[in-house]
């Protein structure tokens, strides 16, 4: 995908039956279905039960199998509740007869009420940076294979990291990350299609981040790491075409789990989304 009209086309998932959406997949250069793809699909199921006067404040979902490319994935919804402020939903998506991922959601309609918030961390601004795309344009054949295939994968989000990660050296760093980001391409007001597109990039950057005490922030080779379960606050209106700073960390790693969390400020420093994530971390052995 290179635009996000065909990641939005993708979230725009086919009814089959009253609480039942059909949706399909890209592939972003692994053998299986995204976890952004498919936590983005089931929110959008979700979406489509709920009144349009309310907009998701929070999700959480976990990964449970990994999603085969070649065919369609099933979004079963199940209407928790609907209440006076509170629209609550249940999501399974299915492949096979099995689930590979379940999903709660939350919507809520708008309220006034107490507002405070943490500071944008002080980096430097996206003008000042180079996008995962220039780095592949810059670097170009200097690059270790395994790195130029991810850096040359197509998206539709386009990221400038902050923090310099040497591609040549199995180095170690604090395990804090921060990461601009956008949408390639235009999108309007519609507060859905921003949480939806929000909710997709939010996978990315966030599990790796937990690697980089480890000598491993570059290089995944003999890794096996897949989300486990991912959580979505979202806080305040924001357009997802406009850039975002995503301020990732990770305050531990143990029994071959590593915890990541990230707070998503817009260019004025308003927070408008909080994410936090587990995930597989695990040494592949040679037999």
Same mark, same amino acid.
């Given at each position: 995908?290179?635009?996000?009209?065909?990641?939005?086309s993708l979230?725009?998932?086919?009814r089959?039956e009253?609480?039942?959406?059909?949706g399909q997949?890209?592939?972003?250069?692994?053998?299986?279905v995204?976890?952004? @793809? &498919?936590?983005?699909?089931a929110?959008s199921a979700?979406?489509?039960t !709920?009144p349009e =006067?309310?907009?998701?404040h929070? /999700?959480h979902?976990y990964?449970?199998?990994?999603g085969?490319?070649?065919i369609?994935?099933?979004?079963?919804?199940?209407r928790?509740r609907?209440?006076?402020?509170?629209?609550t939903?249940a999501?399974?998506a299915i492949?096979n007869g099995?689930?590979?991922?379940?999903?709660?959601?939350?919507?809520q309609?708008d309220?006034?009420?107490y507002?405070? @918030? &943490?500071?944008m961390?002080?980096?430097l601004g996206?003008?000042?940076l !180079?996008?995962y =795309?220039?780095m592949?344009?810059q /670097?170009?054949?200097q690059l270790?294979?395994?790195?130029?295939?991810?850096?040359?994968?197509e998206?539709p989000?386009?990221?400038r990291p902050?923090?310099?990660?040497?591609?040549?050296?199995?180095?170690?760093?604090e395990?804090v990350?921060?990461?601009?980001?956008?949408?390639?391409?235009?999108?309007?007001?519609?507060?859905r299609?921003?949480?939806?597109?929000?909710?997709?990039?939010?996978?990315?950057?966030l599990?790796?981040?937990?690697?980089?005490p480890h000598?491993?922030?570059?290089d995944h080779?003999?890794?096996q790491?897949?989300s486990?379960?991912?959580?979505?606050?979202?806080?305040?209106?924001?357009?997802?075409?406009?850039?975002?700073?995503?301020?990732?960390?990770?305050?531990?790693?143990?029994?071959?789990?590593?915890?990541?969390?990230?707070?998503?400020f817009?260019?004025?420093?308003?927070l408008?989304?909080?994410?936090?994530q587990?995930?597989?971390?695990?040494?592949?052995?040679?037999?």
């Amino acid at each position: 995908m290179k635009q996000v009209s065909e990641l939005l086309s993708l979230l725009d998932l086919e009814r089959i039956e009253v609480n039942l959406f059909k949706g399909q997949s890209r592939s972003v250069g692994s053998p299986r279905v995204f976890g952004g @793809q &498919v936590m983005a699909q089931a929110l959008s199921a979700a979406m489509r039960t !709920v009144p349009e =006067d309310r907009f998701v404040h929070s /999700f959480h979902g976990y990964f449970v199998l990994p999603g085969n490319l070649e065919i369609p994935i099933i979004f079963e919804v199940d209407r928790i509740r609907d209440g006076g402020s509170f629209t609550t939903r249940a999501v399974k998506a299915i492949q096979n007869g099995q689930a590979i991922f379940h999903l709660t959601a939350s919507f809520q309609i708008d309220q006034e009420g107490y507002d405070h @918030q &943490v500071e944008m961390p002080k980096v430097l601004g996206y003008d000042e940076l !180079v996008s995962y =795309d220039g780095m592949a344009k810059q /670097f170009g054949d200097q690059l270790p294979p395994n790195i130029r295939k991810i850096l040359n994968i197509e998206r539709p989000i386009e990221f400038r990291p902050v923090e310099f990660l040497n591609p040549f050296a199995s180095e170690v760093y604090e395990p804090v990350r921060n990461v601009w980001l956008k949408t390639k391409g235009e999108m309007t007001d519609d507060r859905r299609q921003n949480a939806l597109v929000l909710a997709y990039a939010s996978d990315y950057n966030l599990l790796t981040t937990a690697l980089f005490p480890h000598g491993k922030a570059i290089d995944h080779r003999n890794l096996q790491i897949a989300s486990l379960d991912h959580a979505m606050w979202f806080h305040r209106p924001f357009r997802a075409d406009e850039w975002l700073l995503y301020s990732i960390d990770s305050p531990s790693a143990s029994g071959a789990r590593g915890f990541t969390r990230g707070n998503i400020f817009d260019v004025e420093g308003k927070l408008v989304a909080s994410v936090a994530q587990e995930g597989l971390m695990r040494e592949v052995k040679k037999k």
